[in-house]
């Protein structure tokens, strides 16, 4: 499920992205960059100040890029990790239906090296889908004594089609909502064990119970679908030492 182009995250290798070999004959390729008008970012985010690069950064859970796409039959995302070797996942929505079989884990991602993740396989070239991709795991900086780095950087989308149109393979996204709610809290918010269940209570493997949570379900972004409105979040299991 996890690839790697083994490409640094400086401007010489993201050129590699956009030039690099393409896929098999009779395939059509194209690279949608993080700063195209029909890509929608919710959450907390920032552009990367750098001039060599192209990338969107974010670590706070429930960040989500959306997007509608036609011509493709394979769609992956960009992605690299920065600073501590910590996991963050995310859970992949098509057409507002959640993909169970498949989720994306930077567990085994090396630090500053873009990975190419798939997000939707198999798909009808001549047919519109709309994808999410949501981040449900918390960011990992909490210390009472120094900052610890640790985010993700979204270098854009990766199509791949055959006998479809690539020339224009994003569709403008429906009109945002006129609400906008900020939600500002702690291991509830972040939906903390929110996915403990008897089954999987006793197999928590090296993240603890931190493997075992997803801001997808937790009361926040349940809050502001219900509002129809878009939201930024700031939450986290914050421990502090005296």
Same mark, same amino acid.
């Given at each position: 499920m996890l690839r790697s182009w083994c490409w640094s995250w400086c401007w010489a290798a993201l050129l590699c992205v956009l030039l690099g070999p393409g896929p098999a004959d009779g395939h059509e390729w194209s690279h949608v960059l993080p700063n195209h008008t029909?890509?929608?970012?919710?959450?907390?985010?920032?552009?990367?100040?750098s001039s060599n690069i192209n990338a $969107?950064? %974010?670590?706070?859970?429930? %960040?989500?890029?959306?997007?509608? *796409?036609?011509?493709a039959q394979n769609v992956s995302v960009l992605l690299s990790s920065i600073g501590l070797e910590s996991p963050h996942r995310f859970w992949i929505y098509v057409n507002d239906t959640l993909l169970e079989e498949n989720t994306i884990d930077t567990a085994d991602a090396e630090l500053d090296i873009i990975y190419s993740y798939p997000v939707a396989t198999s798909l009808n070239?001549?047919? $519109?889908?709309?994808?999410?991709?949501?981040?449900?795991?918390?960011?990992? %900086?909490?210390?009472?004594?120094?900052?610890?780095?640790?985010?993700?950087?979204?270098?854009?989308?990766?199509l791949i089609g055959v006998g479809g149109d690539l020339t224009s393979p994003l569709q403008p996204l429906h009109g945002s909502p006129r609400r906008k709610i900020e939600f500002i809290g702690d291991s509830i918010m972040a939906g903390y064990m929110n996915l403990c269940g008897e089954e999987n209570a006793g197999d928590l493997g090296d993240l603890g119970?931190?493997?075992?949570?997803? %801001?997808?379900?937790?009361?926040?972004?349940? $809050?502001?679908?219900?509002?129809?409105?878009?939201?930024?979040?700031?939450?986290?299991? $914050? *421990?502090l030492h005296a």
């Open positions: 029909s890509l929608k970012y919710e959450g907390r985010y920032a552009w990367n100040q $969107v950064s %974010f670590d706070m859970p429930g %960040f989500r890029i959306s997007f509608c *796409v036609t011509g070239n001549e047919s $519109v889908y709309c994808l999410t991709l949501i981040k449900i795991s918390e960011s990992n %900086f909490n210390s009472a004594y120094k900052d610890q780095i640790n985010y993700v950087q979204f270098h854009g989308i990766e119970a931190y493997a075992l949570e997803s %801001f997808a379900l937790a009361w926040p972004l349940l $809050v502001a679908e219900s509002f129809d409105a878009e939201y930024h979040a700031i939450g986290a299991c $914050v *421990v």
